[in-house]
């Protein structure tokens, strides 16, 4: 029997959430590990529970050896690049900048946030709308591209040889 698509929406019921969290949490951990061995690579892979109990899955070396070579890497990258500012400064914590901005689309209050959080969450809006709009433009254009192979085609093969 096939598998129902689930609604991507917070599960209310506290146990049935805990459940699904752990199943998917081991579900997760188990597909990391099958990328590790699959393309030889390290991988450390950390969720907060709701409870924001930590939870962690490394492969190979320890996850502290891992997240110190991974900040070697951005330092390199800030001496080569000249740039100041790590990834980690840019955005400290770039799921909860996602995470709110999905909250006020889903019409939560937004009353009491800061006016810099305003800022942050309009310049957040602007660039997700600007992702979608080349997204949409992209696929039109596939789409459109489609439609006149289609459509030349259709055509047969005379008109086909005439325009070609």
Known sequence: MGRRKVELKRIEDKSSRQVTFSKRRSG???KAHQLAVLCDLELVLIV?????????????NSSRKIVERY????????????????????????C????????VLEGEEIEDMS????????QL??????????TKTRRMIETMSVLQEKVNF?????LRQEGG
Request: charged share 30%; glycine share 10%; with cysteine.
């Open 28 to 30: 997760l951990f188990k």
């Open 48 to 60: 907060f529970s709701g409870n924001g109990r930590p939870y962690e899955f490394s492969s190979g």
């Open 71 to 94: 900040r070697a890497h951005l330092e390199s990258e800030k001496i080569v690049g000249g740039d100041d500012h790590t990834a980690e400064e840019h955005h400290p914590y770039p």
């Open 96 to 103: 909860d900048r996602d995470c709110q901005f999905l909250r």
């Open 115 to 122: 006016l810099t959080d305003l800022v942050q969450l309009e």
């Open 125 to 134: 809006l602007y660039a997700k709308l600007g992702h979608i709009r080349n």
């Open 154 to 158: 259709a055509r047969g093969p005379k």
